[in-house]
């Protein structure tokens, strides 16, 4: 019993808990705020929880060997707290079922979901070397919203201000995310975007994405910003003015707390839609 709990928690940890949990709180927060019912929140929650797991644990699997060239101790998969074929099996049952989990919304909400998901796994499977590693990002975020509102009658597309505040956002996490592992890529010849920018521009070109994605989510809909809008924007500035300041690690947490807030507003001011 100690060891499969021993191995349930490698398996968690190899899934990268953090991003995926944020990631699935802000597919919630969007499926509630555009009206879906409680069961039809669980499903997509549950989708992109499975969609979340399996990108973390193909990430894990591509990058054991460089992992381990550096001695990335706390790598469950290096450490031996979880063996690769537990982790490649719980990729292979999470990924086709991130989409089957999906299929009760419609067809187009599991084929966008599929999109993202495949956008993601070409990160893990060579895009973070490339110049182009922002890319997933961008197109992975900004196709989240439409897996939530395609289930909706008439499918309809998000609004473009949520299309582009969600992809600002997973941009910015991206700038931030490599910064504290910007030497052990460099020995392993990790090369994506942010390594060719530096981690001060990197730090500054973040902090102008996670500020672009509140201003969209604030003044992006239909009539004048509500009170708590206007209050998240000074709340974000601090957080991400935190976040630069602060070490290693500080960004990317400022980033995900920023996406926290963002979710509650969006909660709070709703998600209008409209059915082409």
């Known amino acids: 019993m100690r060891q499969v709990v021993a191995t349930a928690m490698g398996l968690g940890r190899a899934a990268h808990p953090l991003p995926a949990l944020v990631v699935t ?22 989708a992109v929880l499975a969609g979340q797991l399996s990108v973390g644990w193909l990430n894990d699997l591509v990058d054991a060997g460089r992992d381990a060239a550096v001695g990335r101790r706390d790598k469950p998969v290096v450490s031996g707290r ?12 999470a990924a086709p079922g991130a989409v089957v989990l999906c299929l009760p919304v419609g067809l187009p909400a599991a084929g966008a979901h599929l999109a993202a998901l495949a956008s993601a796994w070409a990160y893990d499977l060579g895009l973070k070397s490339t110049p182009l590693s922002v890319l997933p990002y961008a197109v992975s975020f900004g196709i989240l919203p439409a897996v939530v509102t395609l ?5 309809p597309l998000p609004p473009v201000w949520l ?31 942010p390594h060719r920018l530096g981690p001060d521009l990197c730090r500054l070109v973040s902090a102008v994405l996670v500020l672009a994605a509140s201003a969209l989510l604030v003044f992006g809909p239909d009539g004048a910003p509500t009170p708590v ?8 500035l601090a957080l991400v003015g935190a976040g630069v300041l602060g070490g290693p690690r500080s960004g990317f947490r400022a980033v995900l ?7 509650v507003l969006l909660l709070v001011t709703g998600v209008p839609v409209h059915a082409p």
Request: net charge negative.
């Open 229 to 236: 809008g206007t209050a998240a924007l000074p709340v974000s």
């Open 257 to 263: 707390l920023v996406a926290a807030l963002d979710v």
């Open 82 to 93: 979880v063996s690769v074929p537990v982790v490649r099996t719980s990729f292979v049952v």
């Open 163 to 193: 299309i582009a505040a969600a992809a600002c956002l997973g941009c910015a996490a991206h700038f931030v995310n490599v910064l504290p592992d910007l030497h052990d890529d460099a020995v392993t010849g990790v090369r994506g975007l």
């Open 151 to 155: 289930g909706l009658p008439g499918a």
């Open 25 to 46: 709180g802000i597919a919630a927060g969007l499926a509630v705020g555009v009206g879906w019912s409680t069961g039809a929140v669980l499903v997509i929650t549950a």
